[in-house]
């Protein structure tokens, strides 16, 4: 069965620091991960995506992740934070059936 | 691309009275359609897969007698609360799964139901 634990609900930065969201992942099969974001009352966007090839993946935004097999891990960073980047992040990997097995989600504060 | 709608994005009911919630797939054909619940300050809850043609498969703990999901064409589907309670208060989100074997789920803007 596939898990998320996303390390942290609240992560509070300063404008213009470093955003470091941290996602570990469970899984029997060679995972599909995703990471979303959600402003409040609205759906989920997507920010980027790991499926096969490069480790390193880019997404919208300035978002970037990296697939590291042997951490299990898939950490979302931003090398400067805007405030418009307050939200909440969910990290998610494909589960059988094809569903998306979300973690908790992380609330991210940008204070200016 | 790749964009879901939801109607209405907002509903407000009286108890026992039934809600239909819509959720389109409008540039692309959606085989597979999923509706989650959002409680306050929680993460996605899978209510049930709705597969185009076919009855949908719901999750454990899921009243299928009461979230009655239809998935009646590529690009539509419904759920429907029936005799809707206050503990059915909750924030519904659909996503259609992308065509062409990448697996993405695209979400829509998701519908917010009071019941009063």
């Known amino acids: 069965a596939q898990s998320v634990t996303q390390l942290g609900s609240h992560v509070s930065v300063s404008e213009g620091a470093l955003v470091l969201l941290r996602c570990n992942y469970s899984?029997?099969?060679?995972?599909?991960l995703f990471w979303y974001v959600q402003y409040p009352n609205q759906g989920l966007q997507l920010l980027l995506k790991y499926t096969t090839g490069a480790t390193l993946v880019k997404g919208i935004n300035g978002f970037e992740a990296e697939f590291k097999k042997s951490e299990t891990s898939f950490h979302l960073t931003k090398p400067s934070a805007h405030m418009s980047d307050a939200a909440e992040y969910f990290c998610a990997v494909r589960g059988g059936g094809n569903k998306l097995v979300f973690g908790a989600g992380t609330i991210l504060r940008v204070k200016s | 691309g790749a964009v879901v709608s939801q109607h209405p994005s907002r509903v407000i009911c009286k108890s026992g009275t039934s809600v239909k919630i819509e959720c389109r797939s409008l540039?692309?054909?959606?085989?597979?359609m999923f509706w989650y619940r959002q409680f306050p300050k929680k993460s996605l809850m899978l209510m049930a897969t709705?597969?185009?043609?076919?009855?949908?498969?719901?999750e454990q703990g899921v009243e299928k007698d009461k979230f009655l999901i239809n998935h009646a064409s590529l690009t539509l589907s419904t759920l429907t609360v029936t005799s809707a309670h206050p503990e059915d208060s909750s924030f519904y989100i659909c996503?259609?799964?992308?065509?062409?074997?990448?697996?993405?789920?695209?979400f829509g803007p998701g519908t917010r139901l009071l019941v009063l």
């Open positions: 540039d692309f054909q959606a085989t597979t």
């Open positions: 996503s259609a799964r992308s065509p062409g074997g990448q697996e993405t789920q695209y």
């Open positions: 709705s597969n185009e043609g076919s009855k949908a498969t719901y």
């Open positions: 899984s029997s099969v060679p995972p599909y």
